[in-house]
């Protein structure tokens, strides 16, 4: 007879998730083969998502890799640079990509040449994983369910199942054998979690409606096999999801047993998700690197949506598009230090916090919450240096700023807290005051 593992209870999972609910800003890596295109091949141009330039060119794997390969260049100590960007810009978490839809591995596989220490001899994700140890990072790894290069990749399966599929790859891989193809799989995923020590995450990408799970992916297995391994992993839900871009459909609330957590992408949902959830975003909407795109977004706004993300519950995975060598662009190390710079400051917002425990928002900024404490974090002086809050307090509370440590004027009113803000001193970005002492939502 066989005997199922006991499911986790409640509370082994809160505390599995811990770390990284608490955490609530990690590092997001696009690295490939497109990294050294940059978004341009043949001629031609693309500023926007360049990792998916050998689909958009309509290349297939072989003349994509005689074009791209050349140009991949990672020079030592690339991955170590990346990883203290991260630590220094306040992220307690990375995610690399250990292989995105080309099928590049950038590890040591046996189950597929295709990868970084066979073409330049560079184990990028031993690099990587020793970084983020030294560090105190926590290491995660994207990994892509699709695979534009992998004979056995059924291309025309995927897409008549709604995913998509570089144009080169349907003609020269028509028949994929998927069984094959599944067992490939587990195969390189049981390298990426065998020889690089602790993984604590896997960022899994991804599936449709009409193609997920067990048929898809062999998904069980896959998870099984992770957890055997690094019992205290946490898992996103693309082996089965597929709702995480804007106008796909509603939010699906993250089944247990399918993944710890949900992923909306280039988008913060206005009244969060229910449930753990992860909003990811660009600096400059596209993930890996492209020269030719200049559309970086500023520390304000990039600060902005990361407490956004926090006062609804969600964390906020930033993404980096090194270049063709691994070195970092420049406005990317920029913004990367300009957000370190306010959570040096204010991170005490934003770490173990929860989300905002009023329903409507405010048209001065975002709240957070931990424990006693309401942090109000604020994007513009509100009208009258007077901000006011649907919320009764208890005893003598209290408030100050957290840049300076002043204290802000706080009196219960009828219907409220009110903040005597206007001698604050506003910031870069947002301002926070900390408001301490016990009290009700009104
Ligand atoms: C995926 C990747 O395709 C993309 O290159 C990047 O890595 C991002 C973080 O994740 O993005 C997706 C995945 C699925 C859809 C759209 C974007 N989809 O189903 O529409």
């Not at 917002?349 to 424990?371: D, M, Q």
Request: include cysteine; hydrophobic fraction near 35%; glycine fraction near 10%.
């Amino acid at each position: 007879m066989l005997h199922a593992a006991p499911a986790e209870t409640e509370q082994e999972r809160d505390g599995r998730m811990q770390w990284w609910r608490d955490g609530k800003f990690g590092m997001f890596i696009h690295y490939g083969l497109y990294s050294g295109l940059a978004g341009e091949v043949d001629g031609r141009k693309y500023d926007g998502c360049v990792e998916w330039i050998q689909n958009m060119a309509g290349l297939d794997s072989d003349s994509y890799a005689a074009k791209a390969l050349p140009l991949f260049k990672p020079q030592r100590g690339c991955a170590k640079a990346w990883v203290e960007l991260a630590r220094d810009a306040g992220c307690k978490y990375i995610v690399l990509t250990s292989k995105h839809h080309e099928g590049f591995a950038l590890f040591d596989s046996k189950a597929s040449e295709f990868n970084s220490v066979k073409a330049t001899g560079a184990d990028i994700v031993k690099e990587y994983a020793e970084a983020c140890r030294a560090n105190g990072i926590k290491t995660g790894y994207y990994y892509s369910l699709l695979d534009w290069h992998h004979p056995d990749y059924d291309g025309k399966l995927a897409l008549s199942r709604g995913i998509s599929y570089p144009s080169g790859n349907l003609k020269t891989h028509r028949f994929g054998n998927h069984d094959a193809y599944k067992a490939f799989l587990k195969r390189q995923i049981g390298e990426l979690t065998s020889n690089y020590g602790a993984v604590d995450l896997i960022w899994w990408d991804f599936s449709s409606r009409g193609f997920q799970g067990d048929e898809a992916w062999g998904a069980s297995d896959l998870l099984r096999m992770v957890r055997d391994k690094h019992p205290q992993v946490v898992m996103n839900n693309r082996l089965y999801d597929a709702a995480t871009v804007k106008d796909h459909g509603p939010m699906t609330a993250t089944a247990r047993e399918k993944g710890d957590f949900t992923t909306p992408e280039h988008y913060i949902p206005e009244k969060g998700v229910r449930g753990d959830w992860e909003a990811c975003m660009t600096l400059n909407g596209t993930w890996g690197y492209s020269a030719t795109n200049n559309d970086w977004k500023t520390p304000e706004v990039l600060v902005r949506q990361l407490a956004d993300t926090v006062s609804r519950g969600g964390n906020f995975l930033l993404n980096l598009g090194p270049k063709a060598d691994g070195s970092i662009p420049e406005e990317s190390v920029r913004l990367f230090q300009a957000i370190g710079a306010w959570m040096k400051i204010n991170q005490e917002a934003i770490y173990g916090t929860t989300a905002s425990p009023f329903a409507e928002p405010f048209p001065w900024g975002v709240v957070t919450g931990k424990g006693d404490a309401l942090y109000l974090i604020m994007y513009e002086m509100p009208k009258d240096g007077i901000l006011k809050l649907p919320y009764a307090m208890q005893g003598s509370p209290s408030a100050q700023a957290l840049a300076d440590s002043s204290s802000v004027p706080v009196r219960q009113e009828e219907g409220g807290t009110v903040l005597d803000v206007s001698k604050i001193r506003m910031m870069p970005c947002a301002t926070v005051v900390k408001l301490a002492g016990k009290g009700e939502v009104l």
